[in-house]
């Protein structure tokens, strides 16, 4: 079973699979893409809403990357529902593919090159340089803007 995110629907992903997307990904869509979906959907493509607790989990291993502030409601009920149907996330963006990595989920990407490692972000302050594990809206040493680096 494929989760196809909205790059799916751009980029025309076509699979002999079983395929299922959330409803947030048809609002994303517009004109071609949109009718792309509704095609594939009366064409079998199942709709899934995700359970609270599966949204919870996502957002838990989103904090614990640093991908929280990455990524988006729609991207954060793809993954729970891939994690919910253990099936393929379907994507091209590289914060959900950490995510899902972290998950031990599967992520076939469609017009890039998928992560080849996992990443667990930090945050530097622009002003003083400390690093914090978590992201804050400021630094809490001096109160400049923190910017997501990678830890290697």
Same mark, same amino acid.
């Given at each position: ?18 395929? @299922?997307?959330? /409803? &947030?990904?048809?609002?994303?869509? +517009? ?6 979906? %509704? $095609?594939? *959907?009366? #064409?079998?493509?199942?709709?899934? @809403?995700?359970? /609270? &607790?599966?949204?919870?989990?996502? +957002? ?6 640093? %991908? $929280?502030? *990455?990524? #988006? ?80």
């Amino acid at each position: 079973m494929r989760v196809l995110d909205t790059s799916a629907f751009i980029h025309e992903y076509t699979t002999d699979d079983p395929v @299922v997307s959330v /409803p &947030e990904v048809h609002d994303e869509l +517009q004109g071609e893409t949109a009718l792309r979906f %509704d $095609a594939m *959907e009366g #064409s079998g493509m199942t709709i899934h @809403v995700p359970a /609270p &607790e599966a949204v919870t989990n996502v +957002q838990r291993a989103a904090r614990g990357s640093g %991908d $929280a502030a *990455e990524l #988006s409601e729609t991207d954060v009920r793809l993954i729970a529902t891939a994690l919910e149907l253990d099936a393929t996330l379907v994507t091209d963006d590289y914060a959900m593919q950490n995510v899902a990595e972290r998950l031990d989920l599967g992520v076939e990407p469609i017009a890039r090159d998928g992560i080849t490692e996992e990443r667990e972000w930090r945050f530097q302050c622009v002003g003083c340089s400390r690093t914090f594990e978590e992201n804050r809206e400021r630094c809490p040493i001096c109160g400049s803007d923190l910017t997501r680096k990678n830890p290697a």
